[in-house]
């Protein structure tokens, strides 16, 4: 058997981002470091993994495949920010006076038809900008979010600082960043703070690039590098015969069929009988619709029938009770 082609190249393309490289080079080594230590790895819900793996998919300090060490110099670091900016504004300051806020209770209501949430669709994954309607109270106040999925939560925290994103949700952004809804003003343009935990390795992945800076022509250069590869090496099983209609049947094997791409397959078990006969088409037609969605009849193929099962009395039982009553 002819060995597969590896579908990724070494040659890769650069990302820019305006992280420090120095500072994650030493981020990495305190890192691997830690990895190194029995009692870091002895962590509940510790990834099963080599270091080499770990290293490779982290971003230290502020993604890591693992609990993340750096979180607590990072909270530190948000809050001395925090107090920064309050005073920039001459508000007080809630380390002195105490936070205390009134919970935010309103209905929110967002489709699902946007390019970021169908970048990654997932059944459970709410749109960003139901979110960012939630994050509206206070600029620069910290947010946990344990097991986050797909990480919308952090989208929606940095979109806080996208006027264009904000508007978008119908709030009113004058020139101070001051936010809107109709005559009262509700709250401040500007990213919040975001702390996305999961104990899925996929996920954190998936949130990480969701939230982190990229060179987007490289990206896209990237990504459509990796497609031209995977269609020249798996193209062909995605691929097959659209029949040519000759007289109102269809031809698979027609010389006029045209080939066609696949969007998706559904796969079925087909149970044959040597001694019922067909269920007829106008049998079908009195069945509920679960029934029918159970069964597709090869019209005219004797003792051949779609079914959900081979133990006839688990069949739904509009399907159960038509054959019963042959």
Not at 38 to 53: N, V
Not at 235 to 244: A, I, R
Not at 247 to 270: F, G, L, M
Request: glycine letters at 6%; a neutral charge.
């Amino acid at each position: 058997m002819p060995q597969q082609l590896p579908l990724l190249v070494e040659e890769r393309a650069t990302y820019t981002t305006q992280r420090n490289d120095t500072d994650r080079s030493v981020a990495v080594e305190r890192l691997c470091a830690m990895l190194a230590d029995p009692t870091f790895r002895a962590i509940e819900g510790f990834p099963i993994g080599e270091d080499e793996a770990i290293l490779a998919l982290s971003d230290p300090p502020y993604y890591t495949a693992c609990p993340n060490p750096f979180l607590p110099e990072i909270v530190t670091l948000w809050k001395e920010e925090h107090r920064a900016i309050r005073a920039d504004l001459s508000l007080p300051d809630d380390a002195v006076n105490g936070y205390s806020r009134e919970p935010f209770a309103a209905d929110v209501s967002e489709g699902k038809n946007d390019p970021i949430y169908s970048a990654h669709s997932y059944h459970t994954k709410p749109p960003h900008k139901a979110i960012m309607r939630l994050h509206r109270p206070r600029r620069h106040r910290l947010r946990w979010l344990l097991r986050y999925g797909a990480g919308v939560t952090g989208v929606a925290a940095q979109l806080c600082g996208d006027k264009r994103a904000v508007e978008s949700l119908g709030y009113r952004v004058d020139a101070d960043g001051v936010i809107y809804d109709g005559q009262t003003p509700i709250s401040r343009l500007g990213a919040r703070k975001a702390v996305l935990v999961d104990l899925s390795p996929a996920a954190t992945f998936i949130a990480y690039n969701y939230n982190t800076p990229v060179d987007v022509a490289a990206f896209e250069a990237e990504a459509r590098r990796i497609l031209a590869e995977v269609e020249a090496e798996c193209g062909w099983m995605y691929e097959t015969w659209h029949p040519h209609m000759v007289r109102a049947r269809t031809d698979c094997d027609h010389p006029q069929r045209v080939k066609a791409r696949i969007n998706y397959t559904v796969w079925s078990e087909v149970f044959a009988c040597p001694t019922l006969p067909p269920l007829g088409r106008d049998r079908v037609d009195k069945l509920s619709k679960p029934a029918i969605r159970a069964i597709i009849l090869p019209a005219g193929t004797p003792g051949s029938c779609m079914l959900p099962s081979p133990d006839v009395s688990a069949w739904p039982g509009a399907l159960h009770d038509a054959y019963l009553q042959r």
